[in-house]
């Protein structure tokens, strides 16, 4: 007999599960189906991001940018220390427990807010009188119904044409973050977020890191002078980035992997590794969802066909997250699947695409919100630009951390905010402070006359703000 919920939730990533807690406290009878398993085949909830995205790559950013300073930067701090050593099983370890930790701190919110949890295969079976019915296959098979379907099932990593994931030598963001020994030499295919940040854990571990990238700019939907001061920073740190290459084949055996490929002049060149990490985009999971059996559009590219307000061409069907247009962030898919839930609930859900922040984990993280200078000059809106260094910053200076700058871009006569650009210590925290501001249609003035605690990094954003009227005061 199938059991009966108001909504039931398909997928448990970071926009099914925030949604299906949200449409639970709103009082309704809540359902999430997710099929991702641990090690030892239990329940995982959190998606892709909890399991081998988000999560897992920060805690290895973390385990191995204390390296690095172990054995590079301690001793400017007056720190000495003896032969340094690398536990790679127990950094890995660390790793798995802090998903661990976060898959079952989704679980306990279920549990908290009476959301039913079904570990299994979730997909549309029909429509009912009662609306949907939903198919769950796994250890217990189960049928579910409900009024209303949040699809939420995220996104993979997609394949270089001829050159599938094996996870042993050609990897995607999966294997990257379980490779058992350092490789002496790593290849990545893509400059992108996920192709920095692996290459950035890698390299800090031992490995001489070679990425290459179709594009002929770097960073292109970064800001012009951020992306040109980040090249910099990871060239001296000992990244090698090869812009503007066409990747011919690629070949892997017992040996390793060898990439041919043509580089920005054209000219013919063979890349040998250990190891491979490809991250050159990712794709919608739909083609286990069934959606032919009640119709649901999914265009050819494989994303749900949504409007501005997520719901699909199915009446009281809804989809958030990497499976529909839009950035494929986290937090996007965290704010879609809570306006959801309140749309159902007869509210008025809220999101603001032009207020979503960006940011990418290196050292120096990389953040930012709004509209590009280069995005401005396209238009054609007149700006003024701001923007603080640094290295004239008393706690970057403290903490030798001093690579970077903020960048405050606002409207020539209005003075609005219309983007917030910063490389450097914390940008993923400085940002929020942008992300506010813009919200309320703040200007550069509003932050300019804001108190800053001192000495703190948040001190460059209010510098960069004064930096707007040429009134910076501590450059």
Avoid at 164 to 180: C, H, M, R, T, Y
Avoid at 314 to 340: I, Q, S, T, Y
Wanted: aromatic share 6%; glycine share 12%.
């Amino acid at each position: 007999m199938a059991k009966n919920f108001d909504v039931v939730v398909i997928g448990g990533g970071p926009g099914g599960y925030i949604a299906a807690i949200r449409a639970a406290q709103l009082g309704f009878a809540v359902a999430c189906i997710d099929d991702w398993k641990n090690a030892q085949g239990g329940p995982a909830p959190g998606g892709t991001c909890t399991n081998i995205g988000c999560i897992p790559s920060k805690a290895l950013l973390q385990s191995s940018e204390h390296y690095e300073h172990a054995g590079h930067h301690f001793k400017d701090h007056g720190i000495q220390i003896g032969s340094l050593g690398l536990d790679l099983a127990k950094m890995l370890a660390r790793k798995d427990t802090v998903v661990k930790q976060n898959n079952d701190g989704i679980l306990y919110l279920f549990k908290k807010n009476k959301v039913a949890f079904f570990h299994g295969h979730g997909s549309f079976a029909g429509r009912t009188e009662k609306g949907y019915e939903i198919a769950v296959a796994g250890a217990a098979a189960e049928t579910l119904t409900a009024k209303h379907v949040i699809v939420a099932t995220g996104s993979s990593a997609r394949p270089l044409s001829g050159a599938p994931f094996d996870e042993k030598q050609v990897l995607s963001n999966d294997g990257a973050l379980a490779i058992p020994s350092v490789p002496k030499r790593l290849g990545v295919i893509g400059a992108g977020v996920i192709g920095l940040e692996m290459g950035s854990v890698w390299r800090r571990l031992g490995s001489e890191v070679t990425i290459l990238e179709a594009l002929p700019a770097f960073l292109g939907a970064v800001d012009d002078q951020i992306a040109r001061e980040a090249a910099k920073v990871f060239g001296r740190q000992g990244l090698k980035i090869h812009l503007g290459v066409k990747i011919d084949a690629v070949k892997a055996d017992r040996k390793g992997v060898t990439v041919t490929y043509a580089d920005s002049k054209g000219e013919p060149q063979t890349l040998a590794v250990d190891k491979l990490i490809v991250s050159i985009g990712r794709v919608p999971n739909t083609a286990g969802l069934s959606g032919e059996a009640v119709g649901l559009k999914i265009d050819e590219r494989g994303f749900v066909e949504v409007d501005d307000a997520c719901r699909t061409n199915l009446p009281n069907v809804w989809a958030v997250g990497d499976v529909v247009r839009g950035p494929m962030l986290a937090h996007k898919a965290e704010e879609e699947g809570v306006a959801v839930a309140e749309r159902i609930a007869g509210q008025h859900g809220h999101v603001n695409f032009n207020t979503i922040p960006w940011v990418i984990y290196t050292s120096p993280e990389i953040a930012w919100v709004g509209q590009t200078e280069q995005q401005l000059k396209a238009a054609g809106r007149a700006y003024r630009a701001g923007t603080f260094p640094f290295a004239a910053n008393g706690r970057a200076r403290a903490l030798g951390d001093t690579a970077g700058l903020v960048k405050f871009l606002a409207d020539e006569k209005t003075d609005e905010i219309l983007g917030v650009h910063i490389i450097g210590p914390f940008a993923s925290e400085l940002i929020s402070e942008a992300v506010v501001a813009m919200e309320f249609r703040a200007s550069s003035e509003d932050i300019a006359r804001i108190c800053h605690a001192h000495p703190s990094l948040s001190e460059a954003t209010k510098e960069a703000a004064l930096a707007v009227d040429k009134r910076a005061l501590n450059f």
